[in-house]
Nanobody, 126 residues
Framework: QVQLEESGGGLVQVGNSLSVSCAAS????????LGWFRQAPGKEREFVAS???????YYANSVWGRFTIDRDNAKNTVYLQMTRLKPEDTAVYYC????????????????????WGQGTQVTVSS
């Protein structure tokens, strides 16, 4: 059973930057697609970004140009670098891993992913 653990969330002011990380319990990166999702209070979980082998990245329109997903295979860790943060970015951020790479369409779906972290809160204050 793969375990994922997010870290790095917190409180940040509008326009500033923040990074969150997700460490995996075992080496999964060579065959797995990795994604970040977020869920704001009262809203459904939504796709943020994904990265698949070797370094193909894909972003939601709402974060394109502001967020960057990356991974360090040696550390079994995936990162989400968030810049120019907005109040609407406030949410619990979850990382996820899928056993199959899928395509852009499937990687946007939470159902594509087999493993999830517990989430980390990101709050953007105005």
């Amino acid at each position: 059973q793969v375990q994922l653990e997010e870290s790095g969330g917190g409180l940040v002011q509008v326009g500033n930057s923040l990074s969150v990380s997700c460490a995996a319990s075992e080496r999964i990166f060579s065959t797995h697609a990795l994604g970040w999702f977020r869920q704001a209070p009262g809203k459904e979980r939504e796709f943020v970004a994904s990265i698949s082998w070797p370094y193909y990245t894909y972003y939601a329109n709402s974060v394109w140009g502001r967020f960057t997903i990356d991974r360090d295979n040696a550390k079994n860790t995936v990162y989400l670098q968030m810049t120019r943060l907005k109040p609407e970015d406030t949410a619990v951020y979850y990382c996820a891993a899928a056993r199959t790479p899928g395509d852009d369409t499937s990687r946007e779906l939470a159902s594509h992913y087999d493993y999830w972290g517990q989430g980390t809160q990101v709050t953007v204050s105005s």
